[in-house]
């Protein structure tokens, strides 16, 4: 069932014009344009339909998962397929079409909003609300359960997984409600609990969880394709680990408690007994395997080869940028400025680089073997004078201390722009950040693509960049700047692999006379 691509909804940037300096017609036009292109690039690859149907492909009864897995489906009574995430309905749509007959039952939990299908073979379940688990999830969680707890032993299970999981598949142990969950959880997260803390008490109070779905099933195959929208891909965390097996001790999550609750009379009896409970007979994990179809880092990898298309030199900086937006997008604009200058500043670009890489490597070993060969790519197309393009991934945050509307994507932006202002670098910049999802906070763009001159612009309208910042109201900034056109719109993308963030540095200013437009 093929899904149509995302698309790019913006301005011809050809009718552009800056303030005295004539059409903007120069290479941080043509860099604009490229951006959105590379960025483009990079979601198309991670379209749910269309990674199901690249990693999985059936020829007569035989299925080849992500080209190493051969599974034979005559080996098996039937095959049930469900799924929970904001991405897994496209997902099922394409295994159902795939599977061509010999699917028994799919269920798919999918948030509030999700479109019909027009496949009869996907029962739809809604729910989970602004993604707070609610009835309708545990509802369409007890339907999945029931289902997995159907299979016998010659069936084949196929569990699809993508971001919003968790809260969309939430079976507390019974007798526990999701209430009583949800109050436990808020009071250690108000107590101080860290998110690894709060996922093994998790873990232990839910039934699917922490390898729980597999738990209840008898079939001795279970399949897991899995859309990650977790820095780094750890498959115990994505959707709360539901088909991998769980390695905490019995006495974990009731250490949290304690440490953070202390009096446990104080938590419903139903909690209590679950938290005292042993770990009980873990059943043989063999015969499950998760695969992780799509990523931040496949998003970054195709991203560059259009970027190398483009006449750019691509190189990926790290799929697991984190940190808060502000700070990151003005670390971002000194090392696009420090780069892009014609004295090659190996040591602060090496720290910099460090410093966007801290929790990547686990030894020193690691992070230098890394930045030697980061530093080598780098002045070899330096010395060729390419123009580059560096790619990150990850997901920053927000620090909210205005009221204003705006998003992690649209403030790194922003705050890149400020700093480029400030520095006046030589190089044309260009820098977009943008979230594969669409979905830049509480407002319908994905992001921005912005460069020195948008401050520039700004500051002769008598508008303040550093006001909107401290407003948190980048939004609103690039609506009455150029009536919004530095924004990255899509839409909806119907995926999910965190955010893309490109630089683009031309050390030709001038190169880019002749317009591709």
Known sequence: MRTSLVKLYHRPLK?????????????????????????????????????????VRRRDNILTIVGTENVSLDQFTSVNVVGFGKAVLPMAEEMIDILQGRLNRCIVSVPEGTRESSLPAVEINRGAKDNIPDENAASAA??????????????????????????????????ITIEEKGRVIKALSRSGATINELNTVRRKLSLV?????????????????????VLGDPLNVIASGPTVQNTDDAQDA????????????????????VLHEDVGVQRDFSGVQN????????????????????????????????????????KLAVLASLIGDETIHRDKIGFLIKELHLREFDTGTCIRKYMQEFLNNLIDARRQRRDLCLLLGGETTVKVIGNGIGGRNQELALSAACQLHHL??????????????????????????????????????????????????????????????????????????????????????????????
Not at 37 to 44: C, D, R
Request: charged content about 20%; some cysteine; glycine content about 8%.
């Open 291 to 330: 695969f992780i179809i799509g990523n931040n880092t496949i998003a970054l990898q195709q991203a560059s080869v259009v970027a190398r298309e483009l006449k750019y030199e691509p190189l990926i900086v790290t799929s697991r940028l984190e940190g808060e937006a502000r700070l990151i997008g003005e």
């Open 15 to 55: 009718f552009l014009k800056f303030r005295n300096m004539g059409t903007y017609r120069n290479t941080l036009n043509l860099q604009e344009e490229d951006a959105r292109k590379i960025f483009l690039a990079g979601v198309n690859s991670v379209i749910p339909s269309e990674l199901v149907r690249s990693k």
């Open 424 to 517: 006046k670098p030589k190089s044309g910049i260009t820098i977009l950040s943008a979230g594969t999802d669409g979905i830049d906070g509480p407002c319908d763009m994905a992001g921005a693509v912005v460069n020195s001159l948008l401050v520039q612009e700004a500051i002769a309208q008598t508008i303040s960049p550093a006001d909107f910042l401290d407003n948190n109201d980048t939004y609103n900034f690039y609506k009455q700047v150029f009536s919004g056109h530095n924004h990255v719109h899509t839409g909806h993308t119907g995926t999910n692999v965190c955010d893309i963030i490109l630089i683009l540095i031309s050390h030709k200013v001038s190169h880019c006379t002749k317009s591709r437009i």
């Open 209 to 229: 969880k922490g390898g729980g779905l597999v738990q209840i099933c008898k079939s001795k195959k279970i399949i897991s394709l899995i859309l990650s929208d």
């Open 254 to 273: 009731l250490n949290v408690v304690n440490k953070y609750i202390g009096d446990l009379s104080s938590l419903p009896e139903s909690v209590q007994n």
């Open 142 to 175: 007890n339907k999945i359960v029931q289902l997995v707890e159907s299979c016998k032993e010659t069936d084949l299970l196929i569990v699809l997984i993508s971001g919003g999981g968790s809260a969309l598949l939430p079976a507390p142990k019974p007798p």
